[in-house]
């Protein structure tokens, strides 16, 4: 079956600095990805579409030049977060979408939890 | 309004069945989904179900589909520990072509 792959899967860092996500599909290519933000206990938050050789699509309140994603090649979407800070602390997941039986379905990678110190 | 609802909890006995919940508010949508999460895991497709069907089994998953009341269930018979997890409703939506969430039921199975 499909698999998205996603690295890191953990990562910590200091406040200010950058930190960069990739995010794979490892058997399929996929044209559009997804990022979401998932708080504890809480739902997935979707943050942007990332559009293959094109600008993401940011939603409503999600600051573009603080999560920069790049989604250069068909198999891969990258999201930097820029000048972390403890609130940026969350659980990230990606997801890329494709066609199962005529349905879009999506496939997550595991999840990169950043902790900001 | 724009969310996907779900309850939080559900708790039930091992061998018994659970139903879990979703009202959803696209009358648009084309697809409505189960997932599962496992701790520190990201989402697994459980199922899913065109927007035209009402009903959907594969093994021991059942979804139920009101469309006419925007209503989801997903029913896991025969409840084992293993199923313990957090299981998410989606609906994908039309407008922009996204998958949006509910806030997730966390199921716990008692052995």
């Known amino acids: 079956g499909a698999v998205v792959s996603q690295h890191p899967s953990w990562v910590i860092c200091k406040s200010g600095t950058s930190v960069k996500i990739e995010c794979r599909s490892l058997?399929?290519?996929?044209?559009?990805m997804f990022w979401y933000r998932q708080f504890p206990k809480q739902s997935l938050m979707l943050m942007a579409t990332?559009?293959?050789?094109?600008?993401?699509?940011?939603e409503q309140g999600v600051e573009k030049d603080k999560f920069l994603i790049n989604h250069a090649s068909l198999t891969l979407s990258t999201l930097t977060v820029t000048s972390a800070h403890p609130e940026d602390s969350s659980f990230y997941i990606c997801s890329a979408e494709q066609q199962s039986s005529g349905a879009n379905v999506l496939t997550f990678g595991a999840g990169s939890r950043l902790t900001v110190l | 309004g724009e969310d996907v609802e779900q309850s939080l909890f559900l708790s039930v006995r091992e061998g018994d069945s659970s139903v879990i919940n979703c009202t959803y508010t696209d009358s648009s949508s084309t697809y409505l989904y189960w997932y599962k999460q496992e701790p520190g895991a990201g989402l697994q497709l459980l199922t899913y179900i065109f927007s035209n069907m009402d009903m959907k089994q594969d093994q021991r998953l059942t979804v139920l589909l009101n469309k006419k009341d925007k209503h989801l269930s997903l029913r896991i018979a025969d409840t084992q520990t293993g199923d313990s997890a957090i299981y998410f409703c989606a609906e994908r939506r039309t407008g922009g072509f996204k998958t949006i969430f509910g806030a997730g039921t966390r199921l716990f199975v008692k052995a």
């Open positions: 990332s559009n293959e050789g094109s600008k993401a699509t940011y």
């Open positions: 058997d399929f290519q996929a044209t559009t």
